[in-house]
């Protein structure tokens, strides 16, 4: 119970590090060097970068070398780009993992990404109605038809019968290459009810 409470306060007395090089960045994401690399997503595309240089190494950070506080800091440049496209949202919802892996690593990337973001637009987080019920094998080791076949029944929806209908979704995660991910988890949120879905990213990486 402590050990996260811990975890931040002494966050918060480090020095803010670089989210891809882990140099001291006196409070920015990222510092010059590793800024001045980044490749921004087209503004129509619904992702902020394209997966490479500095943000593939943000990623990496975030999901396997434990750097939790990326989250929130991730979170806040993509909740800036929601907010310029004027969609409409009710609720934000992050990709789950199978708790099987949730717990091996600790928290799931895409909540924390997701809770930012819907912390800054002023909406509801959602990560109770949509759960993933099958441990599926990493997409980035298939093409596009694997990745359809692996996440068949991957998904659910845990919400009271009708508590979805008509809602507007943002759908967040970190990186989308096909798009077989978000697909998947916007067909069982359309059977349930809702209204429309908006698939948001990180970054996009090429198929």
Request: one cysteine or more; glycine letters at 6%.
């Amino acid at each position: 119970m402590w050990r996260p409470l811990l975890e931040s306060f002494f966050e918060l007395l480090a020095p803010l590090r670089c989210a891809a090089c882990e140099r001291e960045s006196e409070g920015a994401l990222f510092c010059e060097g590793c800024a001045l690399s980044l490749e921004y997503a087209e503004e129509d595309a619904p992702a902020l970068f394209l997966y490479s240089g500095p943000i593939r190494d943000a990623v990496h950070e975030l999901k396997y070398r434990g750097r939790s506080d990326l989250g929130p800091r991730l979170g806040v440049p993509m909740a800036e780009k929601v907010l310029r496209s004027g969609i409409s949202i009710d609720r934000v919802m992050p990709i789950p993992l199978h708790p099987s892996r949730q717990r091996a690593r600790g928290y799931n990337q895409a909540a924390l990404l997701a809770a930012k973001i819907a912390s800054l637009l002023g909406v509801p987080l959602d990560r109770r109605s949509l759960v993933r019920t099958r441990v599926t094998p990493p997409q980035a080791e298939l093409d596009r038809e694997e990745r359809l076949q692996n996440l068949h029944s991957a998904f659910e929806i845990r919400a009271k019968e009708g508590e979805l209908d008509g809602a507007k979704i943002l759908l967040v995660d970190d990186v989308m290459t096909t798009g077989a991910t978000l697909d998947a988890a916007a067909e069982v949120l359309f059977e349930a009810g809702v209204r429309r879905v908006d698939a948001f990213v990180l970054a996009l990486a090429e198929a």
